[in-house]
């Protein structure tokens, strides 16, 4: 059986979450492997979430927020644009593969697009592979 | 202490179970150590439904629930009043998505069941550490500040007055009526904008509870819905006490700040500027209220143009279409045609929009009065040059007629550039004064442009009319009234409730390294100086957590959306 | 070059009963519904289009009012009451005065009174020009045979006479019909070839008029006027070449007198339709009916009328009166013949089988234009 | 008889022998110290021997400060032995605490890092380039070496730890509170962090503070410092706000961004990452293609975040072991 992924979607209340719902409300089908959770502002995403996330077994984290201009609250997903790059900048550093975390602006109106980068999303990381973040994380150290 | 949850999963008729098996995600959720009792329904949001949880938590004394039905959007509302009723805290209760983002978009059962389990074991995660929230109310200030005394102005200013409320209505320049001052005739029944505003400036003027404030401009607005407090400075050139500031106290706002018109100089084909006889719709009414049709030297004209969407639908300048331009358009063939019948009229245009009532009648009458209708490409301009000796006109107009597939040639004593509306040039400003946002275009941004027009996501700050997006006067006298109403239903409340969710620092673990101070975009974080810690204002914080997840010292707890619950629904779902 | 615009030609038109033409905003429902409109010819929207901006170029250099019959559906469909097939109808008139060298038919169509009084006054003349001639040579008492009031031979020589000059009118007008369609230097160039492949066409509409049937299959206005046509046609042949033997004796000559009773009961019997109709205002082509149209028509039944009459009393034995109602007879048959024909309505019947002609040529010359890159007159899509 | 001294003991692991250093610096307070208590094991200072320590009854020490991380076998065979014979150990100073500077081998690899320093090392001459075995037979002696382990871990992930004294090195005042404080009676609650304030360096940094924007990054040395304005409003990185105090501010108060050496605040479980969301937010663009050249403006941001904690954070280390 193919490696099934499992990613963790963070998205933010106002935008990608209404376009996630409208994927849905439109019947658009896309692959089950993102598990959504929901936050009023992409601005809400601490790194440490996605951290958390990687060491908890997720094989890549998807953080979707409103199109700069349109946020909610006018700013946060500037905050947003700044803390992920830094983020992907020291994960590369763990050896952690840059699809593994991705950032993506959806509005209330993009039910298709997010369908659609939910299913790239999936391709890409089943063609990665397991994350191993997770495992021989609290192995006994003596092993070779 | 082991929390009590009550977990329901809904069947959703058959938009979850068609797919999801909820059977076993009822099994699997019943495993879980906090789960006291798992549950699943057909319609969790009908009343019986709901009055399934209520029973549970009367009877088993639930202290915590969680629903797995449709997306929180739709019905959180629903089964936190159900907890409400049931005397349980609103705060206590999750919802997981599994009809939206899992059965309506998957179509493989097995993998769809694990995912909806999942998705309900996070929802238990998270629920385990939620806590009981109180909404806050604070007393609500019957006065309002209405900004612009156009039309839309003056029409919920007297509707706010005539209730009993006072009204300050501030006015940056000398005058009230705004830009329907400078129309003469309004389409498409003809009547007279002066019968319009005089009898709503009259009332105004002689009105008890009105305030009015010429010459004046909005200097600062501090506080919060309800509680405002706004400082107000005269700009008049020379009047008594210019520059004179002065602090007022209101509950709410009404922008209703108009439009600028586009200035026709800045498309140079149309020659505005250099050609003396092409004029903007603003000059012809002018002279409309002059009651005299002439060109600048004098004569009357014989043949008379008017051209369409100058500055609107063009994508180097703005892409929306202005509304109100191709009525007026028709307005000004019908006076040329009455004061000058002999006169031919052509009228340029790209599409002709006669969408609202009467409309279609006008625009058929405009061409019983043998109207030459040209259209011309959207991405076309026509092209205005003064005419030769021989010709009989001052000037021809050049243009790729659509309809007939022609490159013509349309002689014209008088041209009219029909200009398009826009964003004020201090709308930028008045945006950052009362904290509400623009698009793109520079329009005010509402709060949900079909459900909630005239409300915006500042809590008590309202917009109406024109500085939304241009439109006609019904559209923009129903939302000026559409603003008075909701305030007045605000403050026949009297108190306001201030949303349970914000943000709250505490100062045994702030540091004062003043990090989240500018990160809010509604001003809600002050500085103590003398403690030297942070504090936010709760009723104005928005909730939406940029400053919870910045503050390095962990001190800034986001109440209902705490790292700790979400760390526990991230672990929850990826189990 | 830019094409310049004129304002007044719908003022001018509305005189030839194109008064709704300005109410059209070009929803192109007439141009859907006309069975004979094709991507050569969009007509009606077309035509009113330059008709609206006043391209007179335009609108002479077109064939399109001849294809259309006024079957009426297009004025039907028209949301705003604009009239297309009136307007066809007034761009036919138009186009009779446009193409009319003298002028003539221009002052006909703008007053109706100067066409009136150039009818009395030809009619008196004729009159007077029978009578005299009758009175100098022949016996007033005597219909046929020799000393005939009105001779058969004499009538015969003025008959052949007007047909020529006829003859010559219609082939002048014609002759600039067609310099207007192929005289523009940027028109398509037909040759030779093209002009003799479909050259069987212009005796072939001439004689059934098939395009007719094509948009009348619903209510058979083609049949009576295929039936208008051939009677008029047995008419001129018994008048052209059986004069005498229609004359000759108080005897009835059935040989060819059947042919005249027919084609009389064909004549009569479809102008009364065709007056009925418009009266009545049955179809949706009779809504609108022109001076020209009532003219046309009345002189049509009183020609036809007095034809019979003047036959009835000289069989029944009333030469006098025979040749009294042969001279009203022909001071009908005079006007119409030298009026109608060539400087109003009647002239279609040489126009339109020439359009029909023309059109074909005029597609093969398109069509062959475009094989060699030219640009197809067919409507640009618009970007 | 006379009344029992303290019996007490110091273990360095995977250190740089700071630490002992930093309980030197209390100065003639160590005097006190050797007077109140018998120091058992303290192998910088001291001559006890590892058979002295598992001589030693099950708890009998009443006190052991282990400093430095656990890198080989045999860091992890004493943190394990000195856990079971003392009733309370400390993890004293940073590497104990968080994997310390050392933590940092855990971005590159074993065999990168034995190869670079026994094959590759310029001062090894050609005859020598040999990796050192854990058992290696020495002309018939069986030579035995410590394993050397993967990856570093802190002590807390190899024995419980009572409690936590960190920096690099324990300011020398926070030692004296902090054997005070244990040797006492009246000691904190177990497992907590002593000899650190609960708040963040920013309460004790007398440097102003105001809007926080900033456009460019500068290591300390590139720019004229404003001598009483908050370091990290002059672009210069300062993990001050993430880090706790107690340190006396040190670091900033010469110029340089607080490096981190005392750990995250109390609430935050990685400090590394933590910051990055501080740092994100008050970068003052909006502009994507700005964001990255002020962030490819920041080298060796990994090295910046985690100097201390590595091992600590959630990642704990590179998966190109």
């Given at each position: 059986m193919s490696f099934e992924p499992r990613i963790l979607g963070i998205l933010c209340n106002w935008c990608s979450y209404a376009g996630a719902d409208l994927a849905g409300t439109s019947r658009i089908h896309y692959p089950p492997n993102v598990r959504i959770i929901r936050v009023m502002c992409s601005a809400r995403v601490d790194p440490t979430f996605v951290v958390k996330a990687l060491v908890s077994g997720a094989d890549g984290v998807l953080i979707c927020g409103c199109h700069p201009g349109d946020c909610h609250y006018s700013e946060g997903n500037y905050k947003t644009m700044r803390r992920i790059p830094l983020l992907k900048k020291v994960l590369k550093d763990f050896g952690i593969e840059d699809e593994r975390v991705r950032l993506e602006w959806i509005s209330a109106s993009e039910g298709q697009r997010f369908a659609d980068i939910v299913k790239d999303m999936t391709e890409r990381i089943r063609v990665l592979g397991p994350s191993h973040v997770a495992c021989e994380l609290h192995a006994d150290p003596r092993e070779r | 202490m082991k929390a009590k949850i009550g977990v329901y999963i809904c069947h959703c008729g058959s938009n979850i179970a068609k797919i999801v098996d909820c059977e076993a995600v009822r099994e699997y959720i019943s495993t879980?150590?906090?789960?006291a009792i798992a549950r699943t329904y057909k319609y969790m949001c009908s009343n019986p439904g709901q009055d399934l949880i209520v029973q549970d938590i009367k009877e088993h004394g639930l202290q915590r629930v969680v629903v797995a039905a449709c997306s929180p959007r739709m019905h959180e509302r629903t089964f936190r009043a159900a907890l409400q009723a049931a005397g349980l805290n609103p705060y206590m209760f999750e919802m997981a998505n599994i009809r939206e983002q899992c059965s309506w978009v998957h179509d493989d059962p097995q993998a769809a069941t694990e995912k909806a389990k999942a998705l309900a074991q996070a929802a238990v995660r998270r629920v385990v550490h939620h806590e009981a929230l109180e909404q806050m109310t604070v007393d609500m200030c019957p006065n309002t500040l209405v900004i612009g005394a156009g039309i839309a102005g003056l029409t919920a200013t007297l509707e706010l007055a005539e209730a009993g409320q006072k009204v300050f209505l501030l006015e940056k320049q000398d005058h009230l009526g705004g830009n329907l001052a400078r129309v003469d005739l309004t389409a498409p029944?003809?009547?007279s904008a002066r019968d319009l505003l005089i009898e709503r400036i009259t009332r105004v003027r002689s009105s008890g509870n009105i305030e009015l404030l010429l010459n004046s401009r909005l200097q600062q607005l501090q506080g919060y819905v309800g509680n405002f407090t706004a400082t107000l400075s005269r700009t008049g050139h020379d009047g008594p006490g210019t520059g004179k500031i002065r602090e007022i106290q209101v509950g709410n706002v009404i922008v209703c700040t108009g439009y600028r018109e586009f200035a026709?100089?800045?498309?140079?084909?149309?020659?505005y500027g250099k050609l003396p006889d092409v004029i903007t719709s603003f000059d012809f009414e002018k002279m409309l209220q002059a009651g005299r049709i002439e060109c600048c030297d004098g004569t009357i004209p014989k043949y008379a143009a008017i051209i369409h969407c100058v500055g609107s639908r063009s994508a180097e300048f703005h892409g929306y279409c202005s509304r109100v331009c191709c009525m007026t358009a028709l307005k000004y063939v019908h006076e040329i045609k009455s004061a000058v019948p002999s006169c031919y009229v052509s009228d340029l245009y790209i599409d002709m929009h006669a969408f609202g009532k009467g409309h279609e009648d006008f625009y058929r009458r405009t061409s019983e009065v043998k109207t030459m209708f040209l259209m011309f490409g959207k991405g076309d301009h026509p092209i205005i040059r003064s005419a030769g000796?021989?010709?009989?006109?001052?000037m021809l107009i050049e243009v790729n007629e659509q309809l007939s597939g022609e490159l013509i040639e349309i002689p014209a004593d008088l041209v009219i550039l029909m200009v398009g509306m826009e964003a004020q040039e201090d709308a930028m400003e008045t945006a950052r004064l009362v904290n509400i946002s623009q698009d793109k275009e520079g329009w005010f941004i509402e709060s949900h442009p079909k459900l909630d027009p005239v409300a915006t996501t500042t809590d008590g700050i309202f917009i109406a009319g024109t500085c939304v997006a241009p439109k006609d006067i019904p559209d923009t006298v129903a939302q000026a009234r559409a603003a008075a109403a909701r305030i007045l239903a605000r403050i026949a409340k009297g108190k306001i409730a201030v949303d349970a969710v914000y943000a709250e620092i505490s100062d045994d673990a702030c540091s004062g390294c003043r990090i989240c101070n500018e990160l809010c975009p509604y001003s809600a974080i002050e500085y103590d100086d003398k403690k030297k810690r942070s504090h936010v204002i709760s009723a104005m914080c928005k909730a939406c957590g940029a400053c919870v997840a910045a503050c390095p010292s962990g001190a800034i707890k986001g109440r209902h959306f705490t790292d700790q619950q979400i760390l526990a629904q991230i672990e929850g779902v990826l189990r | 070059m830019a094409i310049r615009v004129n304002p007044k030609i719908i003022d001018d038109l509305a005189v030839y009963g194109a008064e709704d033409v300005q109410l059209c905003y070009h929803c192109g429902n007439c141009s859907a519904v006309c069975p004979h409109a094709d991507e050569f010819n969009v007509f009606p929207r077309k035509p009113m289009r330059n008709l609206q901006m006043g391209l007179e170029k335009k609108l002479e250099r077109s064939l399109e009012p001849w294809l259309c019959y006024y079957c009426g559906q297009c004025s039907e469909q028209c949301p705003r009451g604009a009239e297309p097939g009136e307007t066809m109808m007034s761009l036919r008139r138009w186009l009779t005065s446009r193409y009319d060298v003298t002028g003539l038919s221009r002052l006909f169509y703008r007053s109706w009174k100067a066409e009136m009084i150039a009818i009395l006054v030809l009619a008196l003349l004729t009159g007077v020009a029978f009578f005299l001639f009758g009175m100098l040579r022949g016996d007033i008492h005597v219909y046929s045979g020799p000393g005939a009031f009105l001779p058969s031979s004499a009538v015969h020589l003025f008959d052949w006479s007007m047909a020529g000059v006829l003859a010559a009118l219609l082939f002048v007008n014609s002759l600039h019909m067609w310099r207007l369609v192929f005289g523009s230097k940027d028109g398509p160039k037909p040759n030779l070839f093209m002009y003799l492949k479909h050259l069987p066409q212009l005796p072939w509409h001439f004689l059934t008029q098939n395009r007719f049937r094509t948009c009348q299959e619903r209510n058979g206005l083609w049949l009576i006027h295929l039936l208008l046509v051939a009677s008029y046609l047995t008419m001129l042949v018994l008048i052209m070449f059986f004069l005498p033997t229609m004359q000759s004796g108080p005897e009835i000559r059935w040989t060819v007198h059947t042919f005249g009773y027919a084609a009389s009961i064909g004549l009569i019997g479809a102008t009364i339709f065709m007056l009925h109709g418009r009266l009545k205002k049955t179809r949706t082509q009779f809504q609108h009916s022109h001076k020209s149209d009532w003219l046309f028509l009345i002189m049509l039944v009183y020609v036809a009328l007095t034809g019979v009459l003047q036959h009835i009393a000289h069989r029944a034995g009333f030469p006098v009166a025979a040749n009294l109602v042969y001279i009203m007879h022909m001071m009908g048959v005079v006007p119409m013949l030298v009026l109608e024909v060539p400087f109003s309505k009647w002239s279609h019947l040489a126009y339109r089988p020439l359009a029909m002609y023309l059109a074909a040529v005029q597609r093969d010359a398109l069509l062959g234009r475009s094989s060699q890159g030219g640009e197809i007159l067919a409507p640009r899509r618009i970007a | 008889m006379a009344v029992k001294k303290l019996q007490i003991a110091l273990y360095w692991g995977a250190a740089c022998g700071g630490c002992d250093v930093a309980v030197l610096d209390t100065n003639e307070f160590i005097l006190d110290v050797a007077a109140l208590a018998d120091i058992r094991l303290w192998p910088i200072a001291v001559d006890g021997k590892y058979a002295d320590v598992e001589a030693l009854a099950d708890n009998e020490l009443d006190l052991t400060f282990f400093n430095g991380a656990v890198r080989n076998s045999e860091n992890e065979h004493l943190a394990k032995l000195l856990r079971r014979k003392s009733k309370m150990l400390v993890a004293f100073g940073s590497c104990a605490h968080l994997g310390g500077i050392p933590g940092l081998a855990n971005l590159t690899g074993r065999e990168e890092i034995l190869t670079k320093n026994y094959?590759?090392?310029?001062?090894?001459?050609?005859?020598?380039?040999k990796i050192p075995l854990p058992e290696t037979d020495l002309n018939g002696q069986l030579l035995q070496l410590p394993y050397f382990f993967k990856r570093v871990y802190r002590l807390a992930d190899i024995v419980p730890v009572d409690y936590c004294l960190p920096g690099c090195p324990p300011a020398p005042e926070q030692v004296k509170l902090s054997i005070l404080a244990l040797a006492g009676g009246k000691r904190p609650p177990p497992g907590s962090t002593i000899g650190a304030a609960e708040r963040n360096l920013c309460d004790d940094c007398q440097r102003s503070k105001s809007e926080k924007k900033i456009k460019h990054f500068y290591r300390p040395h590139e720019i004229l410092q404003d001598p009483d304005k908050c370091l990290l409003e002059q672009g210069i990185l300062c993990m001050g706000p993430v880090t706790r105090s107690g340190c006396g501010v040190r670091c900033p108060d010469t110029g340089l961004g607080c490096r981190g050496c005392y750990g995250p605040a109390p609430d935050v479980m990685d400090q590394g990452s933590k910051f990055i969301s501080a740092l994100g937010s008050i970068i003052d663009s909006k502009d994507p293609h700005e964001i990255e050249t002020i962030i490819a403006g920041i080298p060796d941001l990994t090295a910046i975040l985690y100097r201390f904690g590595l091992p600590a954070s959630f990642l704990q280390r590179s998966l190109k072991l």
């Open positions: - | 879980l150590p906090e789960v029944y003809l009547d026709a100089e800045r498309v140079t084909h149309f020659g000796p021989k010709d009989d006109c001052k | - | 094959l590759h090392n310029p001062s090894i001459e050609p005859g020598n380039k």
